[in-house]
């Protein structure tokens, strides 16, 4: 990657959306996280997906709720 010219101040590096809720559990049954309702290997890799990536898997999250079980996730 090419340096911005000195004149340019750097720019701090873009945040990425993150459906993490800190909530970080895995159900063994569904290998989903209790949180996010990610995969393991999607966390893993979260950072290094594109943003399409990311949104495709941001759009599948709340159909993925209904793969657990409810008194997991207390209701």
Not at 39 to 47: G, H
Request: charged share 20%.
């Amino acid at each position: 990657m090419s340096q911005p010219p000195a004149s340019e101040p750097a720019r701090p590096p873009r945040s990425i959306a993150t459906p993490c809720v800190m909530v970080c559990t895995v159900d063994g049954a569904s290998g989903l996280c209790l949180g996010c309702f990610r995969t393991l290997p999607e966390i893993a890799t979260w950072s290094r997906m594109s943003d399409e990536e990311r949104a495709k898997i941001m759009g599948q999250l709340d159909g993925r709720k209904g793969l657990i079980d409810p008194a997991l996730l207390g209701g």
